[in-house]
């Protein structure tokens, strides 16, 4: 969104808000800071857990290539611009204090309700939890301006104010951290569909009755990421990050290019198959941008009147999924490769897939995979994918990778010789996998090495770690070919450790573990 208002021409100030202080269990005033439960959680101060997620979060960010926004504001360094808002809406009446705590007294309101436009139950999330009632509110809707040390004894930040010590509500802050960097009138704020209720309701309500003006015209609600089985929740063990991706030997930018294929107002579900569906696709544009040819110089023209057609698509509500439509009309376009190029590169300003960039490595890669098959060798697997990032090493996580690889020299047009393809995918895996178990087996002080799951089905691989568990001096088990499916990494590695506790005492170790598979 922001690279596209850019793009479009508009001036663009950013703020987020990192919320460091305030954000209660429940997106409603109930419950218990996050930041202390997750202080108490991991043994850190909520400082240090702050700065941690901090750093992680925007990490996370530049590996997808969302751009840091113009101003990133902790919400506990602006705690006097809260006082004062807080002030004025005590001494205007649309505050009062009760029980140590100063409300919003929403009442006072001729509109309460300002997103009427979304589903009931998109909207509930935020205040879904089971939370006891707080008496000391004159109406339900009513909601929390500023904490004392009445409520929530062990909060860890606190400071001094006209109502005692204590800390910022939630809501306040945002209000806060927007008027001091954006002014009075902000143009568009942004968030998830669960935040409209009750969050950015009370945000819109403090704001105007603070301001004395309308303040914020227009509003973006991005819809939920859900699996098969609903919203994507932590509470559900079913949380997908950016680190999981990689684990998994997926690139980032794949899962960018999966969700812009989506509508931001649309809930989105994702699965694995889902997620193999998208990263084909991608490999598929990226191969056949790599096979244009940067020549013919730019035609300005056809240029403008691309750029034109995109920012058609984009203006209709932000429609990604037709921006990136937009790319293969381009491939398709009767003009010169190297217009092409820069209409690609023109698209991906917006887009940020990094698409002239990976195409121009796999230029490198194809020149390279020629240069080897025309001395007579044989094509190798670009060890990139393995040697300095996690890879899944389980039999769905290599079944993966390996029809990626197929997928993609299919769709180049380019014959595949299998046997080969194999092999050097099981040698590139081997080499990467074997010293790094030696390694871990030294580290620990281990003597004996198990091999289980699918790659110890696979001969070379075996035959790779015998030979280095030799020359270390370690005793190397893995179990039987049959253990070797699906759960072969669960019953091979059971069979040895109940074998070792005596589990199966008198039973014969090589029974579970034997080279003669």
């Known amino acids: 969104l922001e690279k596209y208002l850019r793009y479009a021409g508009y001036d663009v100030n950013r703020v987020m808000n990192i919320t460091d202080v305030g954000h209660l269990t429940s997106d409603a005033d109930e419950g218990e800071d996050k930041m202390l439960k997750g202080a108490k959680r991991e043994h850190k101060t909520v400082m240090e857990i702050a700065k941690f997620y901090t750093d992680a979060f925007f990490a996370d960010c530049k590996k997808l290539n969302i751009k840091r926004p113009d101003v990133v504001q902790p919400a506990t360094g602006l705690i006097d611009d809260y006082i004062k808002i807080i002030t004025k809406l005590l001494d205007t009446g649309y505050a009062y204090i009760a029980g140590g705590n100063v409300y919003f007294d929403t009442s006072k309101l001729e509109r309460y309700y300002i997103f009427n436009d979304h589903n009931e139950e998109d ?9 006891e009632e707080d008496t000391n509110k004159r109406n339900k809707n009513d909601f929390v301006l500023w904490f004392t040390k009445s409520k929530f004894e062990d909060q860890a930040l606190k400071w001094d104010s006209p109502w005692g010590v204590g800390y910022p509500g939630w809501h306040i802050e945002c209000s806060g951290i927007s008027m001091k960097y954006n002014g009075e009138y902000l143009d568009l704020h942004c968030g998830g569909v669960d935040n409209a209720f009750p969050h950015h309701t009370n945000e819109i309500a403090q704001s105007e009755s603070y301001l004395g003006h309308p303040w914020c015209p227009q509003w973006c609600h991005v819809a939920h990421l859900n699996t098969e089985g609903g ?67 730019v035609d300005e023209a056809a240029r403008a009147e691309y750029r034109a057609k995109f920012m058609k698509e984009m203006d209709n509500d932000l429609n990604t999924a037709m921006g990136v439509t937009a790319l293969y009309d381009v491939l398709k376009a009767k003009t010169t490769g190297a217009t092409k190029l820069a209409i690609i590169g023109d698209y991906d300003t917006v887009l940020s897939l990094d698409l002239l960039k990976k195409a121009e490595a796999e230029r490198e890669t194809k020149e390279k995979a020629a240069a080897q098959q025309s001395a007579g060798g044989v094509y190798d697997l670009p060890r990139a994918s393995i040697e300095g990032h996690p ?46 178990a030696m390694q871990a087996a030294k580290e620990l002080g281990h003597d004996k090495i198990v091999v289980a799951g699918g790659v110890a089905a696979n001969s070379r691989i075996r035959a790779d770690f015998k030979a280095a568990a030799e020359k270390n001096g370690l005793k190397l088990y893995i179990p039987p070919l049959k253990l070797c499916g699906d759960n072969g990494a669960m019953v091979g590695a059971q069979a040895y450790y109940e074998y070792l506790a005596g589990v199966r005492a008198g039973s014969d170790l090589n029974a579970y573990a034997t080279m003669e598979l």
Request: hydrophobic share 40%; glycine share 6%; aromatic share 10%.
């Open 123 to 131: 909207l509930a999330v935020g205040v879904r939890e089971g939370v």
């Open 391 to 436: 890879l899944d090493m389980s039999f769905s996580g290599l079944k993966t990778a390996v029809i990626n690889l197929v997928h993609t020299a299919e769709q180049k047009g380019e014959e595949i010789d299998r046997a080969s393809l194999a092999a050097s995918f099981t040698k590139a895996v081997s080499d990467s996998l074997v010293p790094r």
């Open 231 to 297: 919203k994507m929740s932590k509470s559900k063990g079913e949380f997908l990050t950016v680190s999981l991706l990689e684990q998994k030997g997926y690139d980032p930018l794949a899962y960018r290019f999966f969700c812009l294929q989506s509508h931001y107002r649309k809930s989105l579900v994702f699965t694995w198959e889902n997620l193999d569906n998208a990263v084909a696709a991608y490999n598929k544009l990226i191969a056949k941008i790599a096979n244009i040819k940067d020549e013919g110089g």
